[in-house]
């Protein structure tokens, strides 16, 4: 065998484990997806006639899935500035040195490391409107209360705010380790340039975080489009569906409605629109470098 | 060049008893891959059924009690009862078990979600022959869920019981407000406008809401059905389920009366969730609860003076909204015929020792219960097990029945009625939009 | 202390307080009788403290089986992606094969694939072969993260060619090459692509929560999700079993605290 072919061999046989997995639950059911997305395929199996475009044209045509899409989209609008912005702003403090830092640290950042169903659980418990703690201090406080997944007009930021005590602890870390990357000498040379603190902070710090922003934002707002647990397990869509993401709806109508095909369909036009984020995003991000 | 070797050479044996370790725990684990969740036999020699119900109410403890009952009474058989979520996690992992090969051996199935499963081949049909071996026979249950449980002429499911919308009033508050009669239970209230004075009296009486309604989920399509059928509204879709048969200004008076009771008359909270309206009731804060009456065991264990009524006549016909359980065999990829002799055994004793299960708050399905003496003096179910004759189900059609999109949908809109989000024609129109829509898609195919 | 830095310190003090009381509250709930957790209004204290709602939870539920399906898949996913993505990140990197090029392109392009969008099919095509309901349908799924190909690849690039060419001098093979000298030397990749790959597992909800259906195979956010009490509701006992599912993840974390850190940032990095 000539060299080359035996670097191929070798090269093949170490890629292979991870092609073999990959190939069968990642792209193969790319390309089964797509013929079931053109198929009126349902759960409980049976026959698959071929339609065509059908359930393509059926999800555009379908208010469900535009409102869902605009719940993915409006809960991604109502994090991820919270997010970006206290976690920047709770690394800052962090950062200046203080005795007790790790314990923050960990206190924040513990939510992270718990899944979906218990972050749900307890903060569905919070937001229970006779029982729980959060309307409890309210009506003490005399303080209108809610009835806060319950009623449409609170139950997203209700659902964004437990989605902010679960995740903030993950962009407090990143912006803390960028601030720790920036060396001491920018601070000291504008210092000696005059400049205080909050000229500091948006001349050095914040330009400087700029890689670290990047990553938060792009990081973020995938996640939040793809929002399905939290919303399935704490309203379930509800108030009168004003919180039903698209992950969500694509799972009720290819699991609990049977259609496949059209869950599959649906699927796709939401990958393209991630696709068209992510694509968006890069290009952003990288003009400005 | 050597110092490295023997640096890595160290760190390498404790990567390799690493790595080593791990493999373990992956052969262990793909040798478990192989397993499943399916029943199996246990060791003994007793034959292990896979139960699935979806009893988180009071109910639940009275189900507790009769599987622990069947397994005590014989030493062949063990049944392990899982409770999975109300709604329709329930039901998608029904379908989705099943059709994966993993059913369960038996599962409960509400009998407006016939329609629905029948023809899906989900369920199997039952041996007529097998339940006349334990003692069981057509002609001993009542006569509406039977007809329901059938399909096409064959028989999908065993009725278990009847569970209507009622009552619950607690006698305290009733009390005081007047409300009682010489004989100790409610005086009967006739009429929307009497209903509200009754539960306003009960808040002035000391009660933080005159009602607990949920307002959540589908118990508001649950209420709306009640009122529309009291309307002298009749069926709402033709029976293929193809058309609309919805009366406007009906559908609209019964969404009205929602608002009056949350918004207009304030007797009842505008969002109210399941757990809050049980606890408001179980904690004397609410002097009527409009529910089903599967919450008797939690409010006797609670030990709270309350009693059950009949559900109110607001208008002109008496009805109310029901449901059914009921037994039901999933379809197995291999059919056991020692296992569906199991079942069947285990289906027999529920039936015959109904009377723990009606303690629950049910009507039980089988007649010799009904008929026995012990049941006819149980209370409070006494007071309301007249119920069965006016009850109004679902459209026995493919997409609906209990926790269907027909339901949700209904729920959804008649929800933001009790809010205050939609008007009642708001509400019944989103109500109608949906309902239409559903008329003019295609059932699931087989 | 400046005026500033006590602000500061101030400030994050009570936000970490505020950041505990979701669970704090949780653990008072857990630790009253049934009947004082829905008091109204809310209190903190309770005239008896009880741990009834735990004993409940543990001995009739499913939750000590929950937490056993979540440790095996767990530990095989988080063993598998390291093994096989190291592998794989390894050849990207070292080993000059012919269309290494288009194999990188075409493993990169899975990082933009969102699971979300691939259940549906996926889910028919696990049934297909028959591991709806196994550990294999968990596991197998979640074993290729093109990410995690990527952390190693980048790793494996800065690592100078000096230690690879003498051992290859020497004789060695490329598998002893790799796993001799390359993998001691990434621990850092490795402790990176191993905590993300657990805590993603452990956590997973929306494909645990379509390909199981039994309630003895569930992980436990799906049982949490999934399964009720059998006796009403009862949030003693909800938030005991919350808290006894959030115990093991936060054990690892106070534990694994420095490693999780760095594993999060440098991973980023």
Redesign the interface.
Known sequence: MSRQARIDLHGYAFVLPFLIVYGLFTLWPIIAGLRMSFSNVSLLGGSSPFVGFQNYSQALHDPAFWAALWHSVEFTIITTPPLVVLGLALALLANRALPGRSLFRMAIFAPFVLPVTVVTLVWGWLYEPSFGLINGYLAQLHLPTFGWLTDTRTAMPAVAITTIWWTLGFNFLLYLAGLQAIPREYYEASAVDGANAWDQLWHVTIPLLKRTTVIVLILQVLASLKVFGQIYAMTGGGPDFSTRSEVEYVYEQGFTAYHLGYAAAMSYLFFIVLLAVSAFQFRLFARRR | ?NR?HQT??R??VT?RSF?SG?LA??A???V???????GSASPGGKMTL?YWN?????D??R??ELVNGFNKSQKDIQVK?????????Y???L???T????A?DVAIMHLSRMASFAP???ITEIDGGLMSKYGLAAGQFSPKPWQMAHSNGQLMAIPLDTHPMVMYYNKTLAQKAGLLGPDGLLKPITGADALVSAFKSTMSAGAKWGVAID???VNPWRLWTALYAQLGGGAIVSPDGKQVLLDDSTGVEAASFMRELSLVAKVT????????A???F??Q?AGFFLNGEW?VT?YQT?GIPFDVTLFPQVYGNPATWSDSHSFVIPHQRSASPDRLDAVMQFISYVQKNAITWAKGGHIPAYTPVVQNPAYQALLPQAHYHAEADHVVYDPQVWYSGAAS?LETDAG??F??VF?G??TPAQGYAQFKTALQQLTAQKP??? | MRPSAVIAFLVLFLVSLLWVVPLAWAVDTSLKPEGQTTSIPPSWTSPRWTIDAYLQVLSNGDLPRWFFNSAVTSAVITVGTVVFASLAGYALSRIPFRGRAMVFWLIMAGIMIPVEALVVPLFYEVNSLNLVNTYGGIILPQLASPIAVFIFKQYFDGIPREYEEAAILDGASRFRVYWRIWMPLSMPAVATVAILAFIASWNNFLWPLIVITGSNMMTIPVGLASVQSSYGIQYAQIMASTILAALPMLVVFAFFQRQIVQGVTGGVK
């Open positions: 060049m490295t890595l050479n760190q390498s990567r790595l791990s725990v992956g262990a684990a793909a478990a891959a192989c397993a499943s969740g399916s896979q979806l009893f988180s109410g009071g639940g403890t189900m507790v009862a899982t409770t999975l979520t109300w709604g329709t996690p039901y998608t992992k379908t989705t078990s059709i994966a090969g993993q369960p899906t081949g989900i307002t959540e989920d909270g505008p969002a109210t969730d399941y757990p809050a049980v606890a408001l179980g904690n804060k919450e939690t609670d999109t959804a809109a929800q933001s809010s989000h939609l699931p195919q087989i």
